[in-house]
T-cell receptor, first 112, second 113 residues
Framework: AQSVTQPDIHITVSEGASLELRCNYSYGATPYLFWYVQSPGQGLQLLLKYFSGDTLVQGIKGFEAEFKRSQSSFNLRKPSVHWSDAAEYFCAVGGGSYIPTFGRGTSLIVHP | DAGVTQSPTHLIKTRGQQVTLRCSPKSGHDTVSWYQQALGQGPQFIFQYYEEEERQRGNFPDRFSGHQFPNYSSELNVNALLLGDSALYLC????????????FGSGTRLTVV
């Protein structure tokens, strides 16, 4: 069975600082990996996805993620965080059925 | 181009009642998936509909059922509501033949009292 672990429930950063959100997955074959963002009271918006090819994936809003097969990780990064990035971030893993399994999320808090 | 539309946005029901939630997919999408998101948790897959048939189902009891209409819109029905059914219910649409990921609606917040 596929699963996702997001070890950090909350992350606090200062505006302008760099950000890395951790994601570890479990899947028996080559996974499809996703990062979604959810603002309060809203649905989920896709930030980026990895299916194959280059292991460094660029997404929207200046986010990127790196797939590391040896570590079963797909960490999300941003070089400089803006106050508007405060939200809940979800990592998800999917397989051939394309139905993603989500982690429990990491809440990002941005201090001015 | 309208995205995924869900109705209603909020709903309060009493334990034991039945509820129906509705979803209109994004234009060009033919597949609808439903997720339950409890407070502080990630979304949990309920089921997926394509060509008016349930194609895959997550670990949810039979009290949760659904339907897809010829125009690709979908309904989620929950019978005999429990307090634990209180959650945000998310609808996501996609194309069956594509792996470009889901488009999510803003959800229906269901509160069972």
């Amino acid at each position: 069975a596929q699963s996702v672990t997001q070890p950090d429930i909350h992350i606090t950063v200062s505006e302008g600082a760099s950000l890395e959100l951790r994601c570890n997955y479990s899947y028996g074959a080559t996974p499809y990996l996703f990062w979604y963002v959810q603002s309060p009271g809203q649905g989920l918006q896709l930030l980026l996805k990895y299916f194959s090819g280059d292991t460094l994936v660029q997404g929207i809003k200046g986010f990127e993620a790196e797939f590391k097969r040896s570590q079963s990780s797909f960490n999300l990064r941003k070089p400089s965080v803006h106050w508007s990035d405060a939200a809940e971030y979800f990592c998800a893993v999917g397989g051939g059925s394309y139905i993603p399994t989500f982690g429990r999320g990491t809440s990002l808090i941005v201090h001015p | 181009d309208a995205g995924v539309t869900q109705s209603p946005t909020h709903l309060i029901k009493t334990r034991g009642q039945q509820v129906t939630l509705r979803c209109s997919p994004k234009s060009g999408h033919d597949t609808v998936s439903w997720y339950q998101q409890a407070l502080g948790q990630g979304p949990q897959f309920i089921f997926q509909y394509y060509e008016e048939e349930e194609r895959q189902r997550g670990n949810f009891p039979d009290r949760f059922s659904g339907h897809q209409f010829p125009n690709y819109s979908s309904e989620l029905n929950v019978n005999a509501l429990l307090l634990g059914d209180s959650a945000l219910y998310l609808c996501a649409s996609s194309r069956w033949d594509s792996n470009y990921g889901y488009t999510f609606g803003s959800g229906t917040r269901l509160t069972v009292v």
